[in-house]
């Protein structure tokens, strides 16, 4: 007579976690990683005047070497978010950073500008791999009431990085030189992996749909857990099998979701052209105007602590108010600052002594353009229901990718035909599109009233 084997729903279990132990834990990995993320994504901006000196170019030079970079990132969270789905998010994580640390370490040694874009690409490839495997890591072990917070959390990492980064870029560039800066960035990550590779756990929902370990599950399960007993014995299943990603695509094409789609796919198109163009040219925007390297690197740091304080602060707003006017009017908001700052009439010792109101101009444009940012992540995995919500979210980050390549181009042009108020008016303009893109969205996050009565 054959014993049933006992049916362990993984799903069900992993719901009822409290956000300490393990979930904790995976949270402040998931930071840090995408804190050195935000540092290595801006490392070229903070360096790009240093680096058109040493190698005696213009400024429009560098577009390659940014564009490089960004198309790197692309094809890593399409390579990484696969060999996460097949290998796991612990590996593919571990050896994101570690790839990150090693192309950046070769990137200071590196003597020529083609090299240099060389190495960006690694680079990019090595941080397109993270953020799709730290959100599913953190996803996977965050309790169900706080998912959506420790993600939010998770993301602004990002710019907290690029703050951190802004800091020691200001000290250590004008004192040393662009390649110890590198070398600071590429330390930091592989320490990361190496404790990762020692610390870090597997996602548990991951080894649940790996039958040869489940001896690991069973022990994760443990630690997560130490108050209850588990035997391998048992069945472990998920509450729902996995959908193709080829049918989540079709889907994002359907009439329901057509406009949504469209919509986010402009808002992530924009957003992250005018993200990156603040990324990687602003310190060149500010040196070419007669500030010290130093000074246009603060202005970065100011740009992302900004956009720290209107990611949190919208992401409290929308959670009361619903996505759809929070997102639009900082939109528009992120827009009448780039306008502003188009009108300041920077170059020499007015530079100087315009220098308060450029750092507002330049805080109000950082926190606006970073709450559209963090807040669109957010929207778009509202819109799309299980069935294509990955698809949705993939697609739209994909096509966002695609605006940062552009910016990386665009950001020399502007500042070829003459002065820092093309590139402001410029990046301006493509900020009203975004706002565009927001309102064409239907299926945006409901107020909180309506969350509880509808």
């Known amino acids: 007579m054959s014993m049933t084997r006992p049916v362990v729903n993984v799903d069900t279990v992993l719901d009822g976690v409290r956000f300490q132990g393990l979930p ?91 090299g240099l874009t060389w190495w960006r690409l690694l680079t990019g490839i090595g941080l397109g791999g993270t953020l799709p495997n730290a959100t599913a890591l953190m996803a996977e072990f965050a309790p169900p009431r706080w998912r959506s917070q420790a993600i939010a959390v998770t993301i602004v990492g990002v710019p907290i990085g690029g703050m951190i980064g802004a800091a020691i870029a200001a000290e250590i560039i004008p004192a040393f030189g662009w390649r110890v800066l590198f070398v ?88 992250i052209f005018v993200v990156y163009a603040f990324f990687n040219w602003i310190a060149v925007v500010l040196t070419s105007v007669d500030l010290d390297i130093a000074t246009a690197v603060r202005a970065s740091l100011v740009f992302n602590l900004a956009g720290v304080v209107g990611a949190m602060g919208n992401a409290w707003v929308i959670a009361r108010y619903g996505s759809r006017w929070p997102l639009t009017a900082m939109a528009l908001l992120a827009a009448a600052a780039l306008f502003w700052l188009a009108r300041l009439p920077l170059g020499g010792a007015a530079s100087f002594a315009l220098l308060p109101p450029l750092l507002a101009g330049i805080a109000v444009a950082g926190l606006a353009i970073n709450a559209v940012q963090i807040g669109m992540y957010a929207v778009v995995a509202h819109v799309y229901p299980t069935a294509c919500r990955s698809s949705g979210v993939g697609w739209a980050l994909g096509v966002g990718r695609l605006g940062g390549i552009l910016s990386s181009f665009a950001g020399g042009l502007l500042l070829a035909r003459g002065s820092s108020h093309d590139f402001f008016g410029g990046i301006g303009l493509v900020m009203l599109l975004a706002g565009i893109g927001v309102l064409l969205i239907h299926n945006h996050l409901p107020a909180q009233d309506r969350q509880r009565h509808g």
Do not use: C
């Open 184 to 271: 600071v960035g590429a330390a930091l990550p592989l320490a990361l992996a190496a404790v990762m590779y020692f610390v870090l756990p597997e996602s548990a929902r991951f080894l649940t749909t790996r039958a040869q370990r489940h001896g690991e599950l069973v022990a994760l399960l443990g630690r997560i857990f130490p108050d209850r007993s588990w035997s391998a014995d048992s069945q472990f299943v998920l509450a729902a099998p996995a959908e193709t990603a080829a049918a989540g695509l079709r889907t994002l094409f359907t009439r329901p979701f057509l406009r949504d789609t469209l919509g986010a796919w402009l808002a992530f198109l924009t957003n």
């Open 24 to 114: 904790l834990l995976v949270l402040i990995f998931a930071v840090l990683i995408l804190v050195l993320d935000g540092f290595d994504i801006q490392i070229i901006g903070f360096a790009a005047p240093a680096l058109t000196q040493e190698f005696g170019i213009e400024r429009k030079a560098l577009g390659p070497v940014l564009a490089a970079g960004l198309l790197g990132m692309a094809l890593g969270a399409f390579a990484g978010g696969q060999a996460g789905d097949r290998f796991g998010r612990r590996p593919t994580l571990i050896a994101s950073m570690a790839l990150v640390g090693a192309a950046t370490l070769a990137a200071a040694a590196t003597d020529s500008l083609a």
